[in-house]
């Protein structure tokens, strides 16, 4: 198995596409959270899930982050 790729359950995100995808809101980069599981947009304060490896990029799927999270970030 390639370390090219991010393991998610069986489901695999490869990195290259992750540096082209970008928050549909406000157009900056998107950043894996630490469990892997979600796609974060620190300038519009919230995250999106990715489910079996698939980025869920629409607004309605995304949640908001809390004031923790967001400290975290910077």
């Known amino acids: 198995m390639s370390s090219r790729f991010i393991e998610s359950e069986r489901y695999r995100l490869d990195p290259l596409a992750l540096e082209m995808l970008v928050c549909p809101l406000t157009k900056t ?42 400290q975290k970030l910077k």
């Open 29 to 70: 980069q998107l950043t894996l959270n630490s469990s892997k599981t979600e796609l974060i947009s620190a300038a519009a304060r919230i995250a999106f899930p990715i489910s079996k490896g698939v980025p869920l990029l629409c607004v309605t799927e995304a949640r908001s982050l809390s004031e923790e999270e967001i």
